[in-house]
């Protein structure tokens, strides 16, 4: 059988976003998860919100930028000082080995549009296979 697919980060786990870092930036990628199921991928973000209507979306690309999704993200429950957002993006059967998936979250409210991406390098997971064989089975960086 072909190998298992592995969506890996190919990022620092800088862990959870520093206070300052999420003053500084007003959103912030919380962590990842492993996904449910093979073909998503699960994370959440941190935001420092504010009154009035708020948008968190997570843009997203596996064609190194010549197209993209816009997903939004649903609010979880608030951890202060943040507001807190889930997000699940849909990785296509036919990712192979050596692709990638670039991402970058966007924030807008009253305040502005905040964006963070991974400071300008977005957030990529590399397409990589894994020893043991059987079908392909992606899946994001840390467990939840």
Known sequence: ????????????????????????????????????????????????GGPGLKEVTVRYTFNEWLSFVDVPAAPLPPDPPAERYGFTLCVPPSLREGSALHFAIRYRSAQGEFWDNNGGRNYTLRCCGCPGGGPATPAAAAPP
Do not use: H, K, N
């Open 1 to 48: 059988p072909p190998p298992a697919l592995l969506l890996v980060p190919d990022f620092p786990d800088g862990g959870e976003p520093s206070v300052e870092r999420l003053r500084r930036q007003r959103v912030c990628l919380e962590r990842l998860g492993r996904p449910a199921a093979p073909t998503d991928v699960r994370g959440t973000v941190q935001v420092l």
